[in-house]
């Protein structure tokens, strides 16, 4: 009697227990935040062993990661200001970005024959190889922050433009039926159905267009006077001390992870029903 008292309350008590909901939510910031510091453990492993381990690289094509470290320090007076300027230029780059892209994409979604007359012209300047207009940027605008702007927003606003789109024309069958059935005007079903249905979508198109930027400021930074990271790394480059150079692109990384991470969490507070109404990994 009491083996079957057992039996049957065992199972009952581990379903029961209250710790167990708590230990798999203390676990998740735990693996959070130790899984990407377990990544970034073994690609610094796999930089040294390709560079000093094995030797298969020469240092000044890739210097070793102690080395790049040392520059890095050494050269913080020159750096740390470059990281500001790159910075901001890729966020102020991006703001605009998101915003004209929004907006052409609400534009191109709510008329077909707008999306018929300029989606071919979108493809075609997207399309074009960014670097070959870094010369003609500054020809056109002069030195100074408005070049690399530009090239941000270049290489930024095609995928914005295209996830709000397709966010926008992509409404649920379901929603926009209950709209119709309640005779809402078209401005209450874009603001109540349709733009939150395509707010995922057009957070995807965000997080693809951030490293985007950023690749867009390190080369208008190439052709201008910006002195930011892009043209830190043009000048130490030039000079023979490549392990600056690997320094600034360490730091340009940095930069790209910092702000992907930030507009994913701003992605979380906006959008909390998002995890809640679609499968979890």
Not at 9 to 34: D, K, L, T, W, Y
Not at 130 to 153: D, E, Q
Not at 237 to 245: H, L, W
């Amino acid at each position: 009697m009491t083996e079957t008292r057992t039996r049957i309350e065992g199972p009952s008590a581990g379903v029961g227990n209250p710790s167990a909901p708590a230990r798999r939510r203390r676990a998740i910031p735990v693996g959070a935040a130790g899984l990407p510091f377990l990544g970034l453990v073994i690609a610094l492993a796999c930089w040294w062993l390709v560079t000093t381990g094995f030797g298969l690289v020469h240092p000044a094509a890739l210097p070793s990661p102690q080395a790049v470290g040392a520059s890095m320090a050494d050269r913080s007076g020159v750096l740390l200001p470059a990281l500001g300027i790159t910075t901001l230029m890729t966020v102020v780059g991006f703001l605009l970005s998101a915003a004209a892209g929004v907006l052409i994409g609400i534009a191109l979604a709510a008329s077909r024959h707008l999306e018929r007359m300029f989606a071919p012209l979108l493809v075609a300047v997207n399309a074009v190889p960014k670097i070959a207009l870094g010369p003609l940027l500054v020809v056109s605008f002069g030195w100074g922050a408005k070049p690399v702007l530009t090239m941000v927003f270049l290489l930024c606003f095609f995928p914005i433009v295209l996830s709000t789109s397709t966010g926008l024309t992509t409404t649920p069958a379901d929603l926009a039926e209950l709209a119709r059935s309640l005779h809402a005007s078209w401005w209450q079903s874009f603001r109540k159905v349709r733009l939150p249905a395509a707010l995922p979508q057009v957070f995807v198109g965000l997080k693809v267009a951030m490293p985007l930027a950023a690749i867009g400021a390190v080369i208008g930074e190439f052709y201008s006077d910006q002195p930011g990271l892009g043209y830190q790394i043009l000048q130490y480059n030039g000079i023979g001390e490549t392990a600056t150079a690997w320094a600034a692109i360490v730091l340009i990384a940095a930069m790209s992870i910092g702000l992907y991470s930030l507009l994913y969490l701003v992605e979380r507070l906006a959008l909390p029903w998002v995890r809640a109404t679609t499968s979890a990994r």
